[in-house]
T-cell receptor
Framework: SQTIHQWPATLVQPVGSPLSLECTVE??????LYWYRQAAGRGLQLLFY??????ISSEVPQNLSASRPQDRQFILSSKKLLLSDSGFYLC???????????????FGPGTRLTVT | GDSVTQMEGPVTLSEEAFLTINCTYT??????LFWYVQYPGEGLQLLLK?????DKGSNKGFEATYRKETTSFHLEKGSVQVSDSAVYFC???????????FGAGTQVVVTP
């Protein structure tokens, strides 16, 4: 069966420090991968998605970046964190090459980031 | 563009009460519709889905019917439990590779 991992689970970082969040998926090959952010009391905002190694699309211009160095690894980074980067970061995956609409996304447990 | 609108919360209910969470959508094409649930401190889990008009998704006592004429996908449960306390997200996708639009989420609090 497929599983998705995220770490760290919780992170407290000062403003201006770098960030690296990691997401890995097991039990599947060549998944589509997604990074979402959930600010306190608000919905999900899609940040990045990837349909393959080295292929990253950004939905929201900001000081965050994403990379996919391996098939099942997705990394969210920042060189200098802002207070507004605080939130709950969720990684998700779904099978690539879907031929019909209706496949759900599978979410990881999330990383709670607090920028102080 | 595509969008999802959910009723704002929090919704506070007593155990065994009836729950309805309204969800309406705007989409070009024919979306698939989903309800996800998020328990405190966790990621999202798929609760149910419907992929075409008049389909009814159901799971764990929850139901939602895809109403194309009213562009709605309201979530219902006849008798809630304390363990149903969570945030519920309505979502849609019209892309074959799964780019989702999520609603803002509705927090449900069930008291004993």
């Amino acid at each position: 069966s497929q599983t998705i991992h995220q770490w760290p689970a919780t992170l407290v970082q000062p403003v201006g420090s770098p960030l690296s969040l990691e997401c890995t998926v097991e039990g599947t090959s060549n998944p589509n991968l997604y990074w979402y952010r959930q600010a306190a009391g608000r919905g999900l905002q899609l940040l990045f998605y990837s349909v393959g190694i080295g292929q990253i699309s950004s939905e929201v211009p900001q000081n965050l970046s994403a990379s996919r160095p391996q098939d099942r690894q997705f990394i969210l980074s920042s060189k200098k964190l802002l207070l507004s980067d605080s939130g709950f970061y969720l990684c998700a995956w779904d099978p690539v090459g879907q031929t019909e609409v209706g496949y759900e996304q599978y979410f990881g447990p999330g990383t709670r980031l607090t920028v102080t | 563009g595509d969008s999802v609108t959910q009723m704002e919360g929090p919704v506070t209910l007593s155990e065994e009460a009836f729950l309805t969470i309204n969800c309406t959508y705007t989409a070009t094409g024919y979306p698939s519709l989903f309800w996800y649930v998020q328990y405190p401190g966790e990621g999202l889990q798929l609760l149910l889905k419907a992929t075409k008009a008049d389909d009814k998704g159901s799971n764990k006592g929850f139901e939602a019917t895809y109403r194309k004429e009213t562009t709605s996908f309201h979530l219902e449960k006849g008798s809630v439990q304390v363990s149903d306390s969570a945030v519920y997200f309505c979502a849609l996708t019209t892309d074959s590779w799964g780019k989702f639009q999520f609603g803002a989420g509705t927090q449900v609090v069930v008291t004993p």
